[in-house]
C-alpha cells in the first residue's frame, strides 16, 4: 500500500465553501453566529481593558489543478507536504448543521452570481479552471477579479493550489513580468507557506525555518520577502526571549526567537492567554459555599475529591485520564449542580456527548460546536458570555487555539472552567496544542485520575502510553493478532473478521464493530476497505453520489470533527442522514465534499467515539505513519474488543517505543507566563 501522508489533509475534513444558491445556510448561519459572538466578546474586552462545477473537458494545466483543489477539498489527497506531520492538517472549516435556530444575525450570501463570472473570466484568461471559480471568489472577497488581475499569486488563496500552480495562471496573465523575484510572488507565497504551517499544527514558524521554506520553493531574497509581506500586514512577526528570566542585567541582552505568524492565529493565542488567565484569577474559593464544596469533596472517591477540591477554589482546573476517569468529571458535574450552580459539559463530538450524558444522569451536557454557535448549551446573556457559572470541556486535547479562545472568552467573570482529556491521544486538528501547552506550563491545578481503564484493553493501553507495547493476557479474546503478509490479504481479513469473526466469536454485530486505519488512500486505505465492506454488508448501486440507503457513513462538517450516521434516503432537498438522535440533511452539491463511507475511518476521524469492537489495519507500508499517540487513539477506540490486522512487523513496538508525537511551534506558554504566575507543585 502506498500510504498517503494519514492524518493530514485527509482529516481535515471538507473546507467550507457555502457557494450553493442565494439562500443563507444552515452551515453558513453557524459561521455567523460565531462571527457574531466573536464581535461580542472583543466588545467586552474592549470595555474591561459552494460546489466546483464539472470540469470534464479539461486537460493539462488546468485539468491538474482543477483535480488539486478538489483532491484537497475531498481529503484525498493532504493540502501540503512542507510542514507534513502523523497529525491532521485540517483545511478552512465548514460549519456543521444547527440543531435549533440560534438568535443571531442571517450568515453570509454565496458569492454573488456577477462577482463569480468575474473570476471565473480571469481564470479562464490565466489558463485556470473556471470550475474553481465559485472558491477563488469566495476566498478573494469582493472585487476578487480585480485582485487576480493586480496579483496572480493570490490564486494561492484558494485551497489546494501550489506555488507552482499559480506561476503558470502569473505567467498567462503577466507574461515574461512573472518572474520568481516578483514580490507578489514573495509575498503570496509566505502567507501561502504559513496556512500550510497551520494546517500542520504550528500557529507560528522561526523565522529561519520560513526563511529556509521560501528558499526551496524558489523565492530569492526570502528575508526580503518576509519583512514585505510584514508591511503590508500580511502576517506578523514576533520577538520571544529565549530561557528565563534571572533578575540580572544580562536578562536585558537575552537572546530572542524571532517567529511569524498568520494574524488569525496570533490573534487567537493571545485572546486564549488573555482568557486563560483571566478565569485563573477570577475564583479566589471565597464565594461563600466553601463548607459546601468541601462535603461535596469528602463525598467523592480518590481523584474525583481531589478534582471538587480544586475546582472550589480555582477558576481554571486540568484533568487527565483515560476513558474510566470520565467518572471524576462526571462526579464534578453532580456535586456543582447539588451547590445549585449553573453546570454545563460539552465534548468534541455527538458519540462522547451522549456517552457522558449517560454519566451525569440528566441534560447539560453539549457539543463544543454546538455551544459555541448557539445550537445547543444554555444560551448567551447581554454581553454575549455563556449562562454558566462552571463549564467542563471534555476531549480537551481536541481544542485548536481559535476554538479554544472562542470557549475561554464566552466564559463570564468569575466562572470556572475545566479542561479534561487523555493527553496520549493525538492532538487537535487546528493549530495549537492547547491542552499540551498548559500542562507544560503548569499555571493551574492539574489532577491526574488514578482509575485505570480496566481489563486487558486497559491494560495494554497503559504500555502504549508509557511506551512500551506489552503483550497482555486476553482469555476473554478482548486482543486478537491478526497476521498479514501483503495489502491483499490484509483487506480480505478486515472484511472477514467485521462480517464473521467478531460477530461470532465476540458477539459484536458488524454494525458496532469500526475499522480505523492510517489513511484514506492506497491498497488498505479507507476507500479501498468502505468499498469492500459496502459489498458485503450493503451492497448496491449508489444511486445518490456513491451512497445508497443504509449505509453507514461519516459527515464531515469541520476539521477535525466526525459524525458517524447513517443513510436514510435521498429526495431533493438532498442526502438524509441519521447521525446519533440528529436528522442531517446535505445537499446534492455537497455530498461530494462531505460525506464518505464510514465502515473505515483514519485514527483522527475516531477521536472522541468508541466502539464495542475495534480493527485496526496495520499494513506494512505505513510504517512512516504510525506513532505512538497514533496507535494509542486507534487501539483506545474499543471498549470491549480490538482485533489488530498487523503487516507492520516490528514497525509497530518501534513506533510505539521511539515515536512521539512531532512538535507544534506555538506561543501560549510564552504569552502566559507573565500573567499566571506557575502553580505549585
Not at 476578487?144 to 484558494?158: E, K, N, T
Amino acid at each position: 500500500m502506498s500510504t498517503e501522508p494519514p492524518e493530514t489533509a485527509e482529516d481535515a475534513e471538507e473546507p467550507g465553501t457555502s457557494a450553493e444558491g442565494a439562500q443563507v445556510s444552515e452551515a453558513g448561519a453557524e459561521l455567523a453566529a460565531q462571527r457574531v459572538e466573536r464581535e461580542r466578546i472583543e466588545r467586552r474586552r474592549a470595555e474591561r481593558q459552494g460546489p466546483i462545477e464539472a470540469g470534464g473537458k479539461l486537460s493539462g494545466t488546468a485539468a491538474d489543478l482543477l483535480a488539486a483543489v478538489r483532491a484537497v477539498e475531498s481529503g484525498e489527497k493532504p493540502a501540503v507536504t512542507v510542514f507534513a506531520e502523523a497529525a491532521p492538517t485540517p483545511r478552512r472549516p465548514e460549519p456543521e448543521p444547527v440543531r435549533r435556530v440560534a438568535a443571531v444575525a442571517p450568515g453570509p450570501a454565496a458569492p454573488a452570481a456577477d462577482a463569480v463570472e468575474d473570476v471565473r473570466g480571469v481564470l479562464v484568461q490565466g489558463g485556470a479552471p473556471e470550475g474553481i471559480a465559485v472558491q477563488a471568489a469566495a476566498a478573494l472577497g469582493d472585487g476578487g477579479a480585480d485582485v487576480l488581475r493586480a496579483d496572480p499569486w493570490q490564486l494561492l488563496r484558494v485551497p489546494g493550489v501550489r506555488p507552482e500552480q499559480a506561476d503558470g495562471f502569473a505567467r498567462a496573465l503577466l507574461g515574461a513580468g512573472a518572474g520568481p523575484d516578483d514580490e507578489r510572488r514573495g509575498r503570496a507565497v509566505t502567507v501561502w507557506l504559513l496556512e500550510q504551517a497551520a494546517l500542520a499544527g504550528h500557529t507560528v514558524l522561526d523565522m529561519a525555518a520560513l526563511v529556509a521554506a521560501l528558499g526551496r520553493q524558489g523565492v530569492p531574497g526570502a528575508e526580503e520577502a518576509v519583512r514585505n509581506a510584514v508591511s503590508e500586514g500580511d502576517v506578523l512577526v514576533f520577538q520571544d526571549a529565549v530561557g528565563e528570566a534571572g533578575g540580572t542585567e544580562e536578562d536585558e541582552e537575552r537572546p530572542v526567537r524571532v517567529l511569524v505568524g498568520l494574524e488569525r492565529c496570533a490573534l487567537a493565542e493571545e485572546s486564549l492567554a488573555d482568557g486563560l488567565a483571566r478565569l485563573a484569577d477570577s475564583v479566589t474559593g471565597q464565594d461563600g459555599a466553601g463548607e459546601e464544596w468541601e462535603r461535596a469533596a469528602a463525598a467523592a472517591e480518590g481523584s474525583a475529591g481531589e478534582l471538587i477540591r480544586a475546582v472550589a477554589g480555582h477558576g481554571l482546573v486540568l484533568h487527565t485520564g483515560g476513558e474510566a476517569s470520565l467518572t471524576e468529571p462526571a462526579a464534578l458535574v453532580r456535586a456543582a449542580r447539588g451547590l445549585g450552580l449553573r453546570v454545563w459539559a460539552a465534548t468534541h463530538g455527538p458519540v462522547g456527548r451522549a456517552r457522558f450524558a449517560g454519566l451525569v444522569e440528566g441534560t447539560g451536557v453539549a457539543t463544543v460546536a454546538g455551544l459555541l454557535s448557539g445550537a445547543e448549551g444554555p444560551g448567551r446573556d447581554a454581553d454575549g458570555a455563556l449562562d454558566v457559572d462552571l463549564l467542563v470541556v471534555l476531549d480537551a486535547p481536541q481544542l485548536d487555539v481559535e476554538t479554544a479562545a472562542l470557549v475561554t472568552e464566552s466564559l463570564p467573570d468569575g466562572a470556572r472552567l475545566v479542561l479534561a482529556g487523555d493527553p496520549g491521544v493525538l492532538w487537535s486538528a487546528g493549530p495549537g496544542r492547547v491542552f499540551a501547552d498548559l500542562l507544560a506550563a503548569r499555571v493551574c491545578p492539574q489532577i491526574a485520575s488514578r482509575r485505570p481503564d480496566p481489563g486487558p484493553l486497559g491494560e495494554l493501553l497503559s504500555g502504549i502510553g508509557a511506551g512500551e507495547l506489552n503483550h497482555v493476557a486476553a482469555p476473554g479474546k478482548e486482543v486478537v493478532i491478526v497476521p498479514v503478509r501483503d495489502a491483499g490479504e490484509a483487506v480480505h481479513r478486515t472484511v472477514q473478521l467485521v462480517v464473521d469473526s467478531v460477530p461470532r466469536a465476540i458477539g459484536v454485530p458488524a454494525e458496532e464493530t469500526q475499522v480505523i486505519t492510517p489513511g484514506h488512500g492506497g491498497a488498505v486505505g479507507t476507500r479501498v476497505l468502505n468499498a469492500a465492506l459496502k459489498e458485503r454488508l450493503n451492497p448496491g448501486p449508489g444511486r445518490f453520489g456513491g451512497f445508497d440507503p443504509g449505509d453507514r457513513v461519516v459527515y464531515s462538517p469541520v476539521p477535525g470533527r466526525t459524525l458517524p450516521g447513517r443513510v436514510v434516503r435521498a429526495d431533493g432537498e438532498g442526502l438524509r442522514l441519521e447521525c446519533g438522535d440528529e436528522e442531517i440533511v446535505v445537499s446534492r452539491e455537497r455530498v461530494e465534499s462531505s460525506v464518505r463511507h464510514g465502515w473505515a475511518l483514519t485514527a483522527h476521524q475516531a477521536v472522541g467515539c468508541r466502539w464495542p469492537a475495534v480493527v485496526v489495519v496495520l499494513p506494512g507500508d505505513a510504517v512512516q505513519v504510525l506513532s505512538r499517540p497514533w496507535v494509542y487513539t486507534a487501539f483506545g477506540r474499543a471498549d470491549r474488543h480490538l482485533s489488530v490486522v498487523h503487516g507492520a512487523d516490528q514497525a509497530l513496538p518501534r513506533a510505539v517505543a521511539e515515536v512521539s508525537a512531532k512538535p507544534r511551534t506555538t506561543r501560549l506558554p510564552v504569552l502566559l507566563a507573565p500573567q499566571v504566575p506557575a502553580a505549585k507543585g
